[in-house]
């Protein structure tokens, strides 16, 4: 199956010049749009928060005394179990925190190499390809190693001179 070739239809750069102006054009309305849109999002949230202001502070408040209420019941109700079924929901205790808090990963690293051999379990190696290094060698051996060597194309790009054409428009 044959796919037919795209061809543009512009034929000079006065015809580019002109798309880059329209491209520029939608774009400012498109913004135009958008900053609209966001302003009346803005307003509308900013109504809804005088309506969710007061629930949050009353759920925050609520939270506390469950909160209170499970930490004085603590050794009697959750001694065995870590959680309790109520009917509108559940409450519990979740373990958290432990492991270990590394300050600067650079001074645990320094001071673990500088105890010796007997302590490079506790450090981790991390081992991948180094692409500069690969840039130099052949593609025989790239190819022998599961790596390719991707062709260089130029891609195209384009900017707007959005300035020149706001300028223009108004």
């Not at 010796?116 to 060698?137: C, F, Q």
């Not at 022998?144 to 130029?154: A, V």
Request: with cysteine; glycine share 6%; proline share 2%.
């Amino acid at each position: 199956m044959n796919v037919a070739k795209k061809v543009s239809m512009l034929s000079n750069y006065e015809e580019v010049q002109q798309a880059l102006r329209e491209i520029g054009e939608i774009d400012l309305k498109i913004e135009a749009e958008e900053a609209e849109m966001t302003k009346r999002v803005n307003e509308i949230k900013e109504k809804a928060q005088t309506t969710v202001a007061p629930l949050v502070e009353r759920r925050k408040v609520l939270e506390e005394h469950i909160e209170l209420f499970a930490e004085a019941r603590k050794k009697d109700d959750f001694s065995e179990k870590k959680s309790m079924d109520l009917i509108f929901g559940e409450i519990g205790f979740r373990s958290t925190g432990g492991g270990i808090r590394v300050k600067s990963v650079k001074s645990t690293v320094e001071a673990l190499l500088s105890l010796g051999e007997n302590y490079r379990h506790l450090l981790i190696t991390e081992h991948k390809p180094n692409k500069e290094a690969l840039e130099g060698v052949t593609d025989d051996f790239l190819k022998k190693i599961g790596c390719t060597r991707p062709k260089k194309t130029d891609k195209f790009w384009y900017n707007i001179h959005r300035e020149r054409i706001a300028e223009e428009t108004n």
